[in-house]
């Protein structure tokens, strides 16, 4: 084992000790209203579960009534001599009535089913609506990130929170119910009797709640533990992965690291397991107790001659049904409050805080195809969690229709700063305007409208080529499509593919989709950025798949297609943005540089340094292309 999986396994091992302690803390979102979030989404979308669930609930309380008087009747009418066609067609009344309530029942619980399927199926929505839309600075915080994950998990299955809620919440409605004919009934018995049912009833209820919160508040334990067992695993089942595995031998390492993992996993379980086997055991205890001090009572009633046979048989199974339906509100009640705790996850998720304004923001000043002015003034940012900032003190205005280049080496914040100009970062100091306004006062999903933005990784849509471009099937224009795609030098490609413009991308999702080599892709890109006709053009290194010569040339044709746009061009290659109207330099998280290219190289300093490096490279590489040619 190496010494930084060693270390790794103490921090985890020093995480659970800290934990094992750790208090329970109160979740964002209590019982209450977790129950009310579900009952009014249901009203919206899905109002039958909660109608059919009354019924249900109705039915079944109706049988177990008729389960508890049959035998007794039966009795009673045995010890009054009564005729056996009565008898018999009193018990047939009976065995009828639970045959159509519960054929009834089952009818309903069947076709209920799928509705809360439906209703589970819409939390997931909201929840992939709430990642597809949140405030893109949500998406780097550690905790949104976690709420997102618990949140997606209580959407998983039949058993989630988001449809298991609704047996627990009609479950508890029937042992109420129950509870209070019981109880009714048993009116009629020593309230001593009562107080004893209780008394051993309650307090397994209470040390069940308790053990059913063990793995929240240990929650943080075993969120490290699956992290990097996931980690292996997620890196272990990409392809871009699968080459360095082969040739650096990887596996045995990658296997030993999910081992670890696994190990500690089980470790996890075994004291989880442990705790539930002790609750199980107090359980038994209380069951014991309580059933045999009322069944001696009501056996003493009997030979006291307090009790007929069938009286003490009603009772007797009034008793276990009584104890039963506290028990079931007791369980009921705790596997709300575990539910809670994961709807409390989703619920957090989706109200999770926007520092963003979105529709309550106000209207982007000026003309929704004309480019504005943008304007950085003493810009700083730095991500959470980092001791430095990524960029600093940035003073850079970008004039409508103006070409920009961000150049600089990697990792010196060129991306950052991209992001910040269209709005998807906030700077940490200072303030980014568009037409004088602060874009934290704007509509920020108006402001992104008013870009289009080629990034280094973008997303590849399971659709076809088209939907790829189009980024949307709502009013595609095909002939808009194939224009931009033209535009973007990949129509040759897209006549090549079986099913042209249709032919579908991601294999991932079509076995018969086509596969893009990385220019083809970053062309594919272009024409989507292209489509999407907005006044500002912000380019990524967007050719980093492309050689040195086919990057030129890609730049050039940005730049016709940009024509009337501001654009802003990254590229780690100087001489590729040698046609922008201004470049910076980035270095040391501020601007070192800002000129023409002629001006930079003319002042000799950073940038011309940089330049003669690279070209340097491209004139030697070159020349031995031409010998070895």
């Given at each position: 084992?190496?010494?930084?999986?060693?270390?790794?396994?103490q921090?985890?091992?020093?995480?659970?000790?800290e934990?094992?302690?750790?208090?329970?803390?109160?979740?964002?979102?209590g019982?209450?209203?977790?129950?009310c979030?579900?009952?009014?989404?249901?009203?919206?979308?899905?109002?039958?579960i909660?109608?059919?669930g009354?019924a249900?609930?109705?039915?079944t309380?109706?049988?177990?009534l008729?389960n508890?008087?049959?035998?007794?009747?039966?009795l009673?009418?045995?010890?009054?001599?009564?005729?056996?066609?009565?008898l018999?067609g009193?018990i047939?009344v009976?065995?009828?009535?639970l045959?159509?309530?519960?054929?009834?029942?089952?009818?309903?619980?069947?076709?209920?089913r799928y509705r809360?399927?439906?209703?589970?199926g819409?939390?997931a929505?909201?929840?992939?609506?709430?990642?597809a839309?949140t405030?893109?600075?949500?998406?780097?915080?550690?905790?949104?990130?976690?709420?997102?994950?618990?949140?997606n998990?209580?959407?998983?299955?039949?058993?989630?929170?988001?449809?298991?809620?609704?047996?627990?919440?009609?479950?508890?409605?029937?042992?109420?119910?129950?509870?209070?004919?019981?109880?009714?009934?048993l009116?009629?018995?020593?309230p001593?009797?009562?107080?004893?049912?209780?008394?051993?009833?309650?307090?397994?209820?209470?040390l069940?709640?308790?053990?059913s919160?063990?793995?929240?508040?240990?929650?943080e334990?075993?969120?490290?533990?699956?992290?990097?067992?996931?980690?292996?695993t997620?890196?272990?089942g990409k392809?871009?992965?699968?080459?360095?595995?082969?040739?650096?031998?990887?596996?045995?390492?990658?296997?030993?690291?999910?081992?670890?993992?696994?190990?500690?996993?089980?470790?996890?379980?075994?004291?989880?397991?442990?705790v539930?086997?002790?609750?199980?055991?107090?359980?038994?205890?209380l069951?014991f107790?309580?059933?045999g001090?009322?069944?001696?009572?009501?056996?003493?009633m009997?030979?006291?001659?307090?009790?007929t046979?069938s009286?003490?048989?009603?009772?007797f199974?009034?008793v276990?049904?009584?104890?039963?339906?506290?028990?079931?509100?007791?369980s009921?009640?705790?596997?709300?409050?575990?539910?809670?705790?994961?709807?409390?996850?989703?619920?957090?998720?989706?109200?999770?805080?926007?520092?963003?304004?979105?529709?309550?923001?106000?209207?982007?000043?000026?003309?929704?195809?004309t480019?504005?002015?943008?304007?950085l003034?003493d810009?700083?940012?730095?991500?959470?969690?980092?001791?430095?900032?990524?960029l600093?003190?940035?003073?850079?205005?970008?004039?409508?229709?103006?070409?920009?280049a961000?150049?600089?080496l990697?990792?010196?914040?060129?991306?950052t700063l991209?992001?910040?100009?269209?709005?998807?970062l906030?700077?940490?100091?200072?303030?980014i305007?568009?037409?004088?306004?602060?874009i934290?006062?704007?509509?920020?999903r108006?402001?992104?409208?008013?870009?289009?933005a080629?990034?280094?990784?973008a997303?590849?849509i399971?659709?076809?080529?088209?939907?790829?471009?189009?980024a949307?099937?709502?009013?595609?224009?095909?002939?808009?499509?194939?224009?931009?795609?033209?535009?973007a030098?990949?129509?040759?490609?897209?006549d090549?593919?079986p099913?042209g413009?249709n032919?579908?991308?991601?294999?991932?999702?079509?076995?018969?989709?086509?596969?893009?080599?990385?220019?083809?892709?970053?062309?594919?890109?272009?024409?989507?950025?292209?489509y999407r006709e907005?006044?500002?053009?912000?380019?990524?290194?967007?050719?980093?798949?492309?050689?040195?010569?086919?990057?030129?040339?890609?730049?050039?044709q940005?730049?016709?297609?940009?024509?009337?746009?501001?654009?802003?061009y990254?590229?780690h290659?100087?001489?590729?943005?040698?046609?922008?109207?201004?470049?910076?330099l980035i270095?040391?998280?501020?601007?070192?540089?800002e000129?023409?290219?002629?001006?930079?190289?003319?002042?000799?300093?950073?940038?011309?340094?940089?330049?003669?490096?690279?070209?340097?490279?491209?004139?030697?590489?070159?020349?031995?292309?031409?010998?070895?040619?």
């Amino acid at each position: 084992m190496s010494r930084e999986l060693k270390k790794r396994n103490q921090i985890t091992k020093n995480k659970q000790n800290e934990n094992q302690g750790e208090k329970e803390t109160k979740p964002a979102y209590g019982m209450y209203s977790c129950v009310c979030y579900m009952i009014k989404l249901a009203a919206k979308y899905e109002p039958l579960i909660l109608v059919s669930g009354l019924a249900v609930t109705a039915l079944t309380v109706m049988q177990s009534l008729a389960n508890l008087f049959l035998a007794p009747m039966v009795l009673q009418a045995v010890e009054q001599n009564v005729p056996a066609g009565r008898l018999a067609g009193t018990i047939g009344v009976f065995i009828g009535a639970l045959i159509v309530t519960g054929g009834i029942s089952n009818y309903i619980s069947g076709v209920d089913r799928y509705r809360r399927v439906t209703l589970r199926g819409i939390v997931a929505a909201l929840l992939n609506d709430k990642a597809a839309t949140t405030s893109y600075c949500n998406l780097s915080d550690e905790k949104f990130g976690f709420l997102e994950d618990k949140a997606n998990f209580c959407t998983r299955n039949n058993s989630s929170a988001t449809e298991a809620v609704w047996n627990t919440l009609f479950g508890l409605l029937r042992n109420f119910a129950g509870f209070i004919i019981y109880l009714l009934l048993l009116t009629h018995v020593e309230p001593v009797l009562l107080v004893v049912l209780l008394a051993t009833t309650i307090p397994g209820y209470y040390l069940n709640k308790y053990i059913s919160g063990w793995g929240w508040r240990h929650r943080e334990e075993e969120r490290e533990i699956e992290r990097g067992i996931t980690c292996v695993t997620d890196e272990a089942g990409k392809i871009e992965a699968a080459k360095d595995i082969r040739i650096f031998g990887m596996r045995a390492w990658m296997n030993e690291m999910y081992q670890s993992g696994m190990r500690l996993l089980q470790a996890f379980r075994r004291r989880e397991a442990g705790v539930y086997l002790w609750s199980n055991i107090a359980d038994l205890v209380l069951t014991f107790l309580r059933n045999g001090i009322a069944y001696l009572y009501l056996i003493r009633m009997v030979l006291d001659g307090g009790l007929t046979a069938s009286e003490f048989l009603l009772y007797f199974s009034t008793v276990g049904g009584f104890a039963g339906w506290v028990w079931g509100i007791l369980s009921d009640f705790v596997n709300l409050h575990t539910q809670s705790l994961s709807l409390s996850y989703v619920l957090e998720c989706l109200k999770y805080p926007e520092p963003y304004q979105f529709e309550e923001g106000a209207p982007v000043p000026g003309e929704r195809d004309t480019p504005g002015e943008i304007r950085l003034e003493d810009v700083s940012f730095r991500y959470p969690g980092a001791e430095e900032n990524t960029l600093k003190h940035i003073n850079l205005t970008l004039r409508p229709g103006e070409r920009l280049a961000v150049v600089g080496l990697n990792g010196a914040g060129k991306t950052t700063l991209v992001k910040l100009i269209c709005g998807l970062l906030d700077p940490t100091e200072g303030r980014i305007t568009w037409n004088g306004t602060d874009i934290r006062t704007l509509n920020r999903r108006e402001y992104y409208t008013r870009f289009a933005a080629v990034f280094q990784e973008a997303l590849l849509i399971p659709g076809s080529l088209a939907l790829n471009v189009a980024a949307s099937e709502e009013e595609m224009d095909a002939a808009r499509v194939r224009q931009c795609v033209e535009r973007a030098g990949l129509s040759e490609k897209a006549d090549s593919l079986p099913l042209g413009m249709n032919t579908p991308l991601n294999r991932q999702v079509y076995d018969n989709a086509a596969e893009l080599s990385g220019g083809q892709y970053q062309r594919l890109t272009l024409a989507r950025a292209l489509y999407r006709e907005a006044p500002v053009l912000l380019l990524d290194e967007p050719t980093s798949a492309l050689d040195p010569v086919a990057e030129s040339e890609m730049y050039q044709q940005y730049d016709r297609m940009a024509a009337g746009k501001s654009a802003v061009y990254i590229s780690h290659r100087l001489a590729s943005t040698r046609f922008c109207d201004r470049i910076i330099l980035i270095e040391n998280a501020g601007i070192a540089e800002e000129g023409t290219h002629e001006e930079l190289l003319g002042k000799g300093g950073r940038y011309a340094y940089l330049y003669g490096v690279q070209s340097r490279y491209y004139r030697e590489d070159y020349q031995a292309e031409e010998v070895y040619g």
